[in-house]
C-alpha cells in the first residue's frame, strides 16, 4: 500500500491550493477515503472523507464551504481543494485508506500517507 501527497506549500490568506494523493497497493475504488491534517503542537484532525463512488462527502465544520474533496477512480487518485485558507489551515495534511468522521479516533497507521506541508502566511 503506498500513498503519496502533493501540493502542498506556502500560500498567503485567502489563497487556494489543490492536493492531490496518488494510490496503489489496494482497490482504490473500492473505498472510502479521507483527508486528516495536523497543526503544530497539536492532534491530528480530520477534515473530510468521501466515498467509494463519490456520492457521499463531509467535511469538518472549521472547512466547509472553503474545502471540496474528490477523487478520480480512473487514476487512483484522492484530491482536496481548499480555498479561501486561513493561518488556521496551516498543518501537515495526510490522505488515508480510510473513511473517517467528526468522532473517529486518529492514529497515523501505514494506511497513510507521508504528508504534505501546507503554510499560510503573509
Known amino acids: 500500500v503506498q500513498l503519496v501527497e502533493s501540493g502542498g506549500g506556502l500560500v498567503q490568506p485567502g489563497g487556494s491550493l489543490r492536493l492531490s494523493c496518488t494510490t496503489s497497493?489496494?482497490?482504490?475504488?473500492?473505498?472510502?477515503m479521507s483527508w486528516v491534517r495536523q497543526a503544530p503542537g497539536k492532534e491530528f484532525e480530520w477534515v473530510s472523507s468521501i466515498s467509494s463512488a463519490s456520492r457521499t462527502t463531509d467535511y469538518a465544520d472549521a472547512v466547509k464551504g472553503r474545502f471540496t474533496i474528490s477523487r478520480d477512480n480512473a487514476k487512483n487518485t484522492l484530491f482536496l481543494q481548499m480555498n479561501s485558507l486561513k493561518p488556521e489551515d496551516t498543518a501537515v495534511y495526510y490522505c488515508?485508506?480510510?473513511?473517517?468522521?467528526?468522532?473517529?479516533?486518529?492514529?497515523?497507521?501505514?494506511?497513510w500517507g507521508q504528508g504534505t506541508q501546507v503554510t499560510v502566511s503573509s
Open positions: 497497493g489496494f482497490i482504490f475504488s473500492n473505498v472510502g
Open positions: 488515508a485508506w480510510a473513511r473517517y468522521n467528526r468522532n473517529s479516533p486518529l492514529q497515523r497507521t501505514s494506511s
